[in-house]
């Protein structure tokens, strides 16, 4: 008997490129690279990265400056909306209380009914 099974050809993957961009939260926008040479950083700012990063109070106080930054951002909303989205989520729970009680109800009754 003659193995009738036949593979599918690979794809060939390595045509296309990706470009990866890491950005962090101290960024304001993110920046893509178009250039295939990677940039080199003179000594100085290597150093001064490093010591940046290696200091925890600078890492703390640049994580709740950005959590201020960000908080200043939030549109708040007014009493009216506040009291109306409350009411909503009393609303739904309050369905979903009775639903699950009423479901609680009717599998107990079919389970007496099966096992007598």
Not at 86 to 91: E, F, G, Q, R, S
Not at 101 to 110: A, H, R, S, W
Request: charged share 25%; no cysteine.
């Amino acid at each position: 008997m003659a193995n009738k099974s036949k593979k599918a050809p690979a794809k060939d993957t390595s045509s296309s490129k990706t470009t990866i961009t890491r950005i962090k939260a101290s960024d304001l926008s993110p920046v893509v690279s178009t250039d295939k040479k990677p940039t080199t950083k003179t000594r100085s700012t290597q150093k001064a990265d490093k010591e940046t990063s290696r200091n925890i109070f600078v890492a703390i106080a640049g994580y709740f400056k950005g959590a201020w930054y960000e908080l200043r951002q939030v549109r708040w909303p007014n009493r009216r909306a506040t009291w109306s989205l409350t009411a909503a989520v009393l609303i739904f729970t309050g369905f979903f209380v009775l639903l699950v009680v009423l479901l609680d109800i009717l599998f107990k009754y079919l389970f007496e009914l099966i096992l007598g």
